[in-house]
């Protein structure tokens, strides 16, 4: 059975670098667009940033516009989000999530409610 699986995820200071990946097992991932999406304790789960499933087209929560970078290396079947300048509000499970829709189809590509497969997420903890 196939499986997204998160890593990359710890604690950092402000300021800090983390670079999360998105693996998957039992499949390929360059059929599919794939999303970040995090959720804080007591908030709603947001999309942080989707890629299509070629890598041509990207998309942005505004909070981490300038700071994040999301990637993907279909060779490796991996999807990164490099993430930098971290703030003390990023701290949340970070979750990749896939999503066999094409991009030009989906009404909101970076809306959790566009993607059916997901991983079981990491932590990042944002603390001085």
């Known amino acids: 059975q196939s499986q997204l699986v998160e890593s990359g995820g710890g604690l950092v200071r402000p300021g800090g670098s983390l670079r999360l990946s998105c693996t998957v097992s039992?499949?390929?991932?360059?059929?599919?667009?794939v999303g970040w999406f995090r959720q804080a304790p007591g908030k709603d789960r947001e999309g942080v940033s989707c890629?299509?499933?070629?890598?041509?087209?990207?998309s942005y929560a505004n909070s981490v516009k300038g700071r994040f970078a999301i990637s993907r290396d279909n060779s490796k079947n991996t999807v990164f989000l490099e993430m930098n300048d971290l703030e003390p509000e990023d701290t949340a499970v970070y979750y990749c999530?896939?999503?066999?829709?094409?991009?030009?189809?989906?009404?909101?590509?970076?809306?959790?409610?566009?993607?059916?497969?997901w991983g079981q997420g990491t932590q990042v903890s944002v603390s001085s």
């Open positions: 039992g499949a390929t991932l360059d059929v599919y667009a």
């Open positions: 999530a896939a999503s066999p829709r094409s991009w030009l189809w989906m009404t909101d590509p970076c809306s959790d409610k566009e993607y059916d497969y």
């Open positions: 890629i299509s499933s070629s890598g041509h087209n990207t």
